[in-house]
């Protein structure tokens, strides 16, 4: 969806480097989410944020971080990158709404590799 | 861990014939979503249907939900190669503020 863009699309990086994803979106969501993705496997929610001043961790924050610098720009670092942080990283977006409940927008992905 | 789990992992089948999916998930949801995605590409949303509905169609897309089972079925009809993708399911959780992705169905179509 070119609404939302991701940055880069692909990333080879060596161990203990520090890397960051960006995402931009013009969709005018409230909601930003950083996605994981492992081969054959679904979608693990790293962080996300409601608003600009808003940051919640997901069921695999451990060794990511992120910054929410403008409502349309939500960012995830990887402070020293580790090999098993190899994978395919989503951000997505939707719009406010009772408990998550709308659907979300998902940029084209970064695929990251760390050697 | 993953909130749903989609049923078959893969399915494989002939252009034109319909395609069934199952996801089954654990706790009591506000909605069930399902996305699909085109092999390394973003999800894209196909459709929604909240707990208190039963069924709901979308074109050639047909989504059933029993909460009583925890369980929900997308059927594809009329099957084209193009709809070749994964499928996941995606559950509102009540209480929670995010969505969680089942496992997938791989789908291919065999012109």
């Known amino acids: 969806d070119a609404d939302v863009t991701q940055t880069p699309r692909n990333r080879i990086t060596k161990t203990g480097k520090r890397i960051m994803l960006e995402c931009s979106q013009t969709k005018g969501h409230d909601r930003m989410y950083w996605y994981r993705q492992d081969p054959g496997l679904g979608l693990q929610l790293i962080y996300y944020?409601?608003?600009?001043?808003?940051?919640n961790k997901g069921e695999i924050s451990d060794g990511y971080s992120v910054s929410r610098q403008a409502q349309a720009k939500f960012s995830l670092s990887l402070e020293s990158a580790i090999p098993n942080q190899t994978a395919l990283y989503f951000c997505a977006t939707s719009d406010s709404g009772t408990s998550g409940g709308t659907e979300q927008f998902f940029g084209p992905g970064t695929r990251l590799t760390v050697l | 861990s993953q909130q749903g789990e989609e049923d078959p992992q893969a399915l494989s089948i002939q252009e034109g014939e319909n395609a069934t999916m199952n996801c089954s998930y654990k706790?009591?949801?506000?909605?069930l979503q399902w996305y699909r995605q085109n092999s390394g590409r973003g999800l894209v949303h196909l459709i929604l249907i909240r707990s208190n509905e039963r069924e709901k169609h979308s074109g050639r897309l047909r989504v059933t939900l029993d909460t009583s089972k925890k369980s929900s079925s997308l059927l594809i009809t009329a099957s084209r190669a193009a709809d070749t993708a994964s499928y996941f399911c995606?559950?509102?959780?009540?209480?929670?503020?995010?969505?969680?992705f089942g496992t997938g169905t791989r789908l291919t179509v065999i012109p």
């Open positions: 944020s409601f608003d600009v001043k808003d940051i």
């Open positions: 995606a559950t509102d959780r009540s209480g929670a503020n995010n969505l969680f």
């Open positions: 706790t009591s949801i506000n909605n």
